[in-house]
């Protein structure tokens, strides 16, 4: 079947810390993978996607290369920022109107 | 603003009882999906439309049954709420190119509780 794992929450950093929250798939075809954000209170924005292997997704500071290698979209960010606290979800899809979603990591960044 | 919008935000309600929860959307998307957000699973898919008058099953459809008569309206209803249907429900819409939907535009989510 087709599936998402993510790195289990909560993470908690100082500002300006490095970040990466690891995601691994699973997949019958050759799909399309994405990083969502969810602030509190809020529905989820995309963050950055990708399409194909080797392409990287980049904004707002963050980066996820697709690794067909390795089955990953691992997200980072050189240096976070408190208003980057929020809950990170790594999600893909293969024909385009199917989605599946990991189970979210939540980060705090405290001053 | 572009945006897309679901009501109610909240609602408590008790089993069996019939409901509706409404999603709108102003950008003409063609595409249009329902999600739940339960702690520990993340968001799983319930049912999505690719266009007026077609729909199909997500990852959780038992229990749930979706309309598409206009292109702007996708609503969720809920013939016989059970406990187990207690979550945070999340509409969304996108653009559908090339035989893919696009970006997806979320709703700002309806908690229900039903006891």
């Known amino acids: 079947g087709n599936s998402v794992t993510q790195m289990e929450g909560p993470v908690t950093l100082s500002e300006e810390a490095f970040l990466t929250i690891n995601c691994t798939y699973t997949?019958?075809?050759?799909?399309?993978l994405f990083w969502y954000v969810q602030y509190p209170g809020e529905g989820l924005q995309l963050l950055l996607k990708?399409?194909?292997?080797?392409d990287k997704g980049s904004n707002k500071g963050f980066e996820a290369t697709y690794r067909k290698e390795t089955t990953s979209f691992h997200l980072e960010k050189g240096s976070v920022q408190v208003s980057d606290s929020a809950v990170y979800f790594c999600?893909?899809?293969?024909?385009?109107?199917?989605?599946?979603f990991g189970t979210g990591t939540s980060l705090t960044v405290i001053p | 603003e572009a945006q897309v919008t679901q009501n109610p935000r909240y609602l408590i309600t008790v089993t069996g009882k019939k409901l509706t929860v409404t999603c709108s959307q102003n950008?003409?998307?063609?595409?249009m999906s329902w999600y739940r957000q339960d702690p520990g699973l993340g968001l799983r898919q319930i049912y999505y439309?690719?266009?007026?008058?077609?729909?199909d099953k997500g990852d959780v459809p038992e229990g749930y049954k979706v309309s598409r008569k206009e292109k702007r309206n996708f609503p969720l209803i809920l013939e016989s709420p059970s406990p187990n249907q207690t979550s945070l429900y999340f509409c969304?819409?996108?653009?559908?190119?090339?035989?893919?939907?696009?970006?997806?535009?979320f709703g700002p989510g309806t908690r229900l509780t039903v006891l």
């Open positions: 997949a019958t075809g050759y799909p399309s």
């Open positions: 969304a819409s996108s653009l559908f190119r090339a035989q893919r939907s696009d970006t997806q535009y």
């Open positions: 990708a399409t194909k292997a080797d």
């Open positions: 999600a893909l899809s293969l024909t385009g109107n199917q989605f599946y």
């Open positions: 439309s690719m266009n007026v008058e077609v729909t």
């Open positions: 950008m003409n998307h063609e595409y």
